[in-house]
């Protein structure tokens, strides 16, 4: 599990560009100056390309459009509400409780949902991290307390609490879902993780019907005056669109 993680880091636009670069300088040290210079500029130009908004617009949204938007009230009931964790940190020193990421109104998004009657109950699904602590109050643990928070009864939350990524989202929801026999799902997650994941839930014999929230591509975003001016925002929006695409990959040669 660690190594796959290391090996998909590496092939992030940054880090295969910082790759690249020392290669790039240890071939221009020992006088391989032609393929040194080459390697050198295609390691800026790389990086240059994945930090420009144009580039990291085009290609979320080329994943958030496959699941457009749909107002609660237009949604089907379905058995459970499965949310995907990814958007709540832990509360970890100095922090008192909990933190909400960008990602947190997957919670939000849930308990909307729940308050509409579209679900008796809602899945909470994330475990404690790459390297599991007990001691660590899991993701699972911190949506169920914003779900109350956010006035969703405590009878009405299941945990699933071991998982690591998003397979393990579906294989262990599975597991919490099995004995009740619930098979039709509401799932919850980013617009740009939700064609990978609703893959995956339904290679578990899911029947899904994607519930998206946390759109970050707007129709009517101000236009950037320079649109391939690099930034660091993008360069992010960039590179998790990219780990999208290849976790798809990943799925369809591995099936997990």
Do not use: C
Not at 28 to 53: D, E, I, Y
Not at 215 to 231: H, I, M, N, Q, R
């Amino acid at each position: 599990m660690i190594v796959v993680k290391v090996l998909t880091q590496l092939v992030y636009p940054m880090n295969l560009s910082l790759a690249v670069l020392v290669l790039a300088l240890l071939l221009l040290l020992v006088r391989f100056r032609r393929t040194g210079m080459l390697l050198l500029l295609f390691s800026g130009a790389w990086l240059w390309v994945w930090s420009a908004p144009v580039t990291a617009d085009r290609i979320r949204q080329s994943l958030e459009l496959a699941h457009p938007p749909v107002p609660v009230d237009e949604l089907p009931e379905a058995d459970a509400i499965v949310v995907l964790g990814g958007g709540v940190g832990p509360a970890e020193p100095p922090r008192l409780l909990p933190d909400l990421g960008p990602a947190a109104d997957r919670v939000w998004h849930a308990a909307r949902l729940f308050q509409a009657g579209k679900a008796p109950v809602i899945v909470v699904s994330g475990g404690r991290g790459l390297v599991p602590d007990a001691e660590k109050l899991s993701e699972s643990g911190a949506m169920r307390m914003f779900l109350e928070d956010l006035g969703v009864p405590e009878r009405a939350v299941l945990e699933e609490a071991e998982s690591r990524n998003t397979y393990e989202n579906a294989l262990y929801t599975k597991e919490v879902l099995d004995s009740r026999g619930d098979r039709n799902i509401l799932l919850v997650t980013s617009a740009l993780h939700m064609r990978r994941a609703k893959a995956i839930f339904e290679s578990m014999g899911f029947t899904v019907t994607p519930a998206a929230t946390d759109y970050e591509v707007l129709d009517e975003a101000k236009p950037s005056p320079l649109p391939w001016l690099p930034d660091t925002g993008s360069l992010d929006g960039a590179s998790r669109a990219l780990k999208e695409y290849l976790g798809l990959i990943a799925f369809r040669v591995r099936g997990k």
